[in-house]
Each structure stands twice: as structure tokens, then as C-alpha cells.
């Protein structure tokens, strides 16, 4: 038996193949074609899951697929609700859609698993990435937004609806910039890499474009100066929020991802500062802070693990 994972992101999809024991098999990566409907990114997505099937693609394929996507989704319906970067996503049926593309009958088409792509990658980094093992860990995606995904006791915690783990929207200052969900001063508003970006806008440092972010690191990390002010800053306010969790769930390893995630040397002062600040003595000198190890195969990894039947996981 082989497991197919494939993870359908704003900019691009990639698929893979994978044992149940996660030794990779094969990869693929192709465009997504975001200005076609979603019948053509669903298309896309299939050539390249049937291109990593290799000899396994025909038969029974279908019951060991799992899918990610950068949308927000009622798993249980199998719709998508909300998709930012994808928008003719939005109210599509992904396991009709990439069933049809497939070739699959409705029972294995029904049978594909579906994640959106936080809760996917931090499967992935518990499976075979910086979270191996662990049983209480939650994942963070430092991008363009904040993604969280969230392991406790082993499992991916998804929630009534499956839109648990929204760590992004974690509340830090009520007085905070506006997020994009609509409230103030959430995690996300506060130390995305897009936040970073405009936080230092407005202190006149000169990164003000999404590819001198590294340039700002750099800086802060050279000498003390206003750029490693400035990261400090992020740091506290990422661990201000990341005391909420804390508190409640007694996570003991938080693992960053995506591009900001490069930063986590020169923001972990600042985040166990923010840390301090809020949390039970017990829970912040136990916690980890790591970066995450699979990049970006780590959502179509997860997806696969998803697919796992054995997994414990409910095939929803
Ligand atoms: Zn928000």
C-alpha cells in the first residue's frame, strides 16, 4: 500500500507518494492555475497525484489519498468555505471534484481525506518532521498569515467543524492593528511576515518589500539597532499570544514554519520574554521552541499521513 498526499497552495501544488512506514517514494510539483475555476485546479492536482501513483495509480488509489488546501473547509461536508488565495475554491466539493479528475468511483472518491494545509503540515512535522513523536505540539505558520495547526495527545485536533486550532487570530492587543478576519490585534496582525513588513515600515527601517524581510533579520541580528528592537517586539508580541495556548493546552513544544520562521534565533528571546509575562511557571521552562524540518513537502505529507486508515484519525 502507498499513501498519495497532495497540497494545493495559493502559488503552487505539490504531490507526493509515501509508504505508510514514510518512506517517500516520489514528488512532484507543478503551478497552480489560480486565474482557472477550480475544475482546473482540481485537474492539476490530479495529473500530478497520477504522476507520483507511478504503478499503484490504477485499482484502489483512492481510498489512500489525503488533500490539502489553503481554504478554510467544513470537512465533514466536504466544502470549502473560505479560501483567501484561492477564491473559485470557494463552495467546491473537493472529493467530487478530484474524484471525477481522478477516474475514481464515488465510494473511493468519498474516502479522500481532507485537511486544510496548517492542520496538514502539522501532521507532517509530527509524522516525519521537528515534531516526530511528539504528542502535544502545535505548529505555527509564520507567512503571509499565521496558520496553526494543533497535535494534543497524539492526534490533530480539528474541532466541531474542523476549524479548530486558528492560532493566527489568537488575540495579543485589542488595540492592535486590524486583521484580516475582521477583529483587532490578533497574532497574525501582530507577527506574520506580512506584519513584520509593516511594522517596520512604520518605524522608517528600510525593508519595506516581503524580499528584504531576510535583509531586516540580518541587521537584527548583527547588532543591537532598531531592527533587533523591532524583532524583539515581534517576539514578545508572538509569545504574548502563544501564552494563550499555553495556558489552556500545556503544549510543551510550539514548532514555526514558513519563510518568518528563518527568524525564530533572533525572535525566541523575545517570545520567552512574552512567554513570562503570562504563563504558569511549569508550562514556559518546559517549552520548546523549534523550526519546523520538511519546508514545504510538509502539507502534502500530512495529507498522506491523513490518508492513513490506521491512523486513529476518524475518515471524515
Ligand atoms: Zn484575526
Redesign the pocket.
Known sequence: MILLGVDIGGTAIKAGAITPEGTILREATGPTPREGSAVEIFAAAAALLQSVAGDNGGGHIGCHIGCALAAGLAPLAGRVLASPNLACLVGSTPRSALGQALGLDQTDAENIALENDANAAALGEQWLGAAKGEDNVAVLTLGTGVGGGLILGGSLVTGATGCAAEL??VLVDPQGPA?????RG?L??MASASAAIRRASAAQLPPADPGNLPLLCEEARRAPGPERELISAIGRDLGQGLTAVLSILDIDLFVFAGGFSAALDILEPGIRSGLDRGSTPQGRQAVRLVRAALGNRAGWIGAARRALPAAGYSQT
Do not use: I, K, M, T
Open positions: 493566527g487570530h486583521c484580516g478576519c475582521g477583529a490578533c497574525e496582525a
